[in-house]
T-cell receptor, first 112, second 115 residues
Framework: KQEVTQIPAALSVPEGENLVLNCSFTDSAIYNLQWFRQDPGKGLTSLLLIQSSQREQTSGRLNASLDKSSGRSTLYIAASQPGDSATYLCAATYSSASKIIFGSGTRLSIRP | EPEVTQTPSHQVTQMGQEVILRCVPISNHLYFYWYRQILGQKVEFLVSFYNNEISEKSEIFDDQFSVERPDGSNFTLKIRSTKLEDSAMYFC?????????????FGSGTQLSVL
């Protein structure tokens, strides 16, 4: 069964720290992996998409890596800010199937 | 920046009633999706739609659910006879294409409460 897992479920760090969010997936035959941000009562905003042929993607202070052999992806956030507080979801697409399988998310809180 | 819009933002209905959730995908996108998130649970895939037909659906998407693209801009999800367990946030999404580079754009959701 294809599953996506995120640990920890919640994380609180002081402002300015660098941090890493973890995501694992059960089937290495993924098509791509995306990281989303979800704010309370809002939709999902795509942050980064890593194709299966890629190992990482960067956008500003965010860097996402993909290791298919170990079934892991990480989202690195540099110099965290209170505005980064949100739930971060990773999601995997398998083969060319339409559906995306989401993890349960990590709720991130940045303390001023 | 173009965005996916959903209406209404909140919908309260009585059990057994029909509801229609509406979405306007990004104009040049060709693939459309519905997802839902029950409070405290994962975001779950419901259905994908391309070229005026369903391309894939999950086991959640049973006969009480249907989707339609009634015109060139709207994409709707109909729940024929709502149940208490249908209470969730429903997200519409769209993408320009398919494949490994496909990026999904989500709307802000419709919170459905079935009483």
């Amino acid at each position: 069964k294809q599953e996506v897992t995120q640990i920890p479920a919640a994380l609180s760090v002081p402002e300015g720290e660098n941090l890493v969010l973890n995501c694992s997936f059960t089937d290495s035959a993924i098509y791509n992996l995306q990281w989303f941000r979800q704010d309370p009562g809002k939709g999902l905003t795509s942050l980064l998409l890593i194709q299966s042929s890629q190992r990482e993607q960067t956008s500003g202070r965010l860097n996402a890596s993909l290791d298919k052999s170990s079934g892991r992806s990480t989202l690195y956030i540099a110099a965290s800010q209170p505005g980064d507080s949100a739930t971060y979801l990773c999601a995997a697409t398998y083969s060319s199937a339409s559906k995306i399988i989401f993890g349960s998310g990590t709720r991130l809180s940045i303390r001023p | 920046e173009p965005e996916v819009t959903q209406t209404p933002s909140h919908q309260v209905t009585q059990m057994g009633q029909e509801v229609i959730l509406r979405c306007v995908p990004i104009s040049n996108h060709l693939y459309f999706y519905w997802y839902r998130q029950i409070l405290g649970q994962k975001v779950e895939f419901l259905v994908s739609f391309y070229n005026n037909e369903i391309s894939e659906k999950s086991e959640i998407f049973d006969d009480q659910f249907s989707v339609e693209r009634p015109d060139g801009s709207n994409f709707t999800l109909k729940i024929r006879s709502t149940k208490l367990e249908d209470s969730a946030m429903y997200f519409c999404a769209s993408s320009e294409g398919q494949g490994a580079h496909r990026k999904l754009f989500f709307g802000s959701g419709t919170q459905l409460s079935v009483l």
